[in-house]
């Protein structure tokens, strides 16, 4: 008898649709880290990012890499932040997982893999990992899980609201988003700043 593999319920993106977003939480890209702390134990660091803002929605400080700490985190960042349309990921167990692809499928939000071996399809998360490891990773020596949680999470607040950045014009990230019970603010263009 033939062995028949499950239906997915995964949205996949044809690799011909994708195009960059145009407002925020079009397009999230989302990737792995990972750092130890000062007795060696792994940490591991879920980053997400709104590609069009560039706004660092949430980051996960956990011990270990798996779907429901991508879950509970995309759910604490769609409680600020709202729902993307489309996540961009690479091809990793956690995001592969069915608990990630029920969770995409009742939400209406589409994973977009990117191609075995090609971290450039995912370049926006790549780049941010970079930021990360350079500013905040390699800067801090982290005590414990709970130190590492705190001093991320402060970083991430700066990175938002403080943090210039040159896509967008030398600005913060925050400052590209409408804020609650406001209209969208038309983004002006890049090099006139008021």
């Known amino acids: 008898m033939r062995l028949k593999p499950p239906r997915r319920r995964v949205m996949a993106k044809l690799r011909s649709d994708r195009s960059d977003a145009t407002r925020p939480n079009q397009v999230w ?41 991508v879950i509970n985190a995309l759910e604490e960042a769609c409680e600020h932040y709202g729902r993307p349309k489309a996540i961009r990921v690479d091809q990793g167990s956690q995001f592969t997982s069915k608990e990630l692809d029920l969770w995409a499928y009742s939400n209406g939000v589409v994973l977009d893999f990117s191609r075995r071996g090609k971290p450039a399809d995912n370049a926006y998360a790549e780049s941010y990992n970079a930021i990360v490891r350079m500013e905040c990773l390699g800067q801090h020596w982290f005590l ?18 403080v943090r210039p950045h ?27 700043l008021t």
């Open 29 to 69: 890209a989302t990737d792995w880290m990972f750092d130890e702390t000062f007795d060696d134990r792994r940490l591991w660091v879920l980053t997400v990012i709104d590609t069009w803002s560039r706004v660092c929605p949430v980051m996960r400080v956990c011990r270990s890499a798996k779907a429901m700490e």
């Open 144 to 161: 414990s899980l709970e130190d590492a949680r705190e001093k991320v999470e402060t970083w991430r607040r700066e990175y938002n609201e």
């Open 166 to 192: 040159g896509a967008i014009g030398d600005r913060p990230p925050n400052a590209m988003l409408p804020w609650p019970g406001t209209a969208f603010r038309a983004v002006q263009p890049l090099g006139i």
